[in-house]
């Protein structure tokens, strides 16, 4: 596994203080929503989303809950990468098996071919899987939903790591597969109206937004924020509520 597991390498250290705050918030949502799909996107490259999946998806194990990744990156997904997991079959494999429909009595067989157990109790993977030439096409394929549906009934939460939403369509295409969208911008780097613009393309799915993560926060920011952000830690990753999002536009 990669040095990128904070929550699991460092689970006495802030930042993963600040993920299991983020996952009670998310928590509390749940137990109101019954939500238990959730979308992690953001506006552009590299702003954490992987890194918010790997770690928060721990967090929920540390509680007991039974989770799934989902990598939904079907163009440079790394969560294979992260959890040492081969990625020669998973999401892609999983849409293009024909295999896969409502009549077949070995659905769950089929399904689970492309699930695999981390190293984490109770941490489950669907890598990626090979890389399609065509991944929004293939995300659109309407098997999704029959792979979903049949997921949902077997954990307790599911998390899609998805592509940055303004650079390419897929995350729009998985905004309505999810309950909730979760928004993570870095400090710094993602710039306002790239927001304004990822609200609006998830709203224009008809997507439900939860809230925004604001990552990788520089120690010498954090004064200047914490008097406007619900919760902090004293390192890179604080919740940001939602009216706060909302005041955006
Ligand atoms: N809060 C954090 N603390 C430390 N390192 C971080 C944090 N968030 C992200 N990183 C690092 O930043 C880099 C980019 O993160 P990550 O791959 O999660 O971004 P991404 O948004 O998924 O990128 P892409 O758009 O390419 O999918 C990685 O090296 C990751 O380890
Ligand atoms: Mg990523």
């Known amino acids: ?26 928590t509390y949502k749940m137990t109101k929503s019954h939500d238990k799909v959730f979308l992690i996107t953001s506006s552009s490259m590299e702003e954490g989303k992987s890194w918010v999946v790997s770690n928060l998806a721990i967090a929920f194990t540390q509680s007991k809950q039974k989770v799934l990744i989902i990598d939904a990156d079907l163009r440079k997904g790394r969560q294979s990468s992260i959890f040492s997991i081969d990625n020669s079959y998973g ?5 293009d098996n024909s295999n896969i429909n409502l009549d077949n009595n070995n659905l769950d067989e089929e399904i689970q071919k ?17 890389f399609p030439s065509k991944p929004s096409e293939l995300l659109e394929n309407s098997q999704f939903d029959i792979i979903l549906n049949n997921l949902k009934d077997k954990f307790d939460i599911i998390l899609f790591d998805a592509p940055p939403i303004n650079i390419v369509t897929d995350s729009m295409i998985l905004c309505n597969k999810a309950d909730s969208v979760i928004i993570v911008c870095a400090i710094g ?4 109206e790239s927001l304004i613009e990822t609200k609006k393309k998830i709203k224009s799915m008809g997507g439900n937004i939860l809230g925004v993560i ?30 706060r999002f909302k005041n955006i536009s």
Do not use: C, Q, W
């Open 214 to 243: 604001v990552n990788k926060m520089p120690m010498d920011k954090l004064k200047e924020y914490t008097k406007d952000y619900t919760k902090y830690s004293n390192n890179k990753i604080i919740k940001v509520d939602n009216s």
């Open 114 to 130: 492309a699930i695999f157990k981390t190293n984490i109790d109770n941490l489950y993977l669907m890598p990626s899987g090979i």
């Open 189 to 192: 780097k993602t710039k306002r």
């Open 91 to 95: 999401l892609s494999n999983a849409l």
């Open 1 to 26: 596994m990669k040095k990128d597991l904070i929550i699991h390498e460092a689970p006495k250290s802030p930042v993963s203080e600040a993920i299991r705050t983020l996952r009670t918030n998310i």
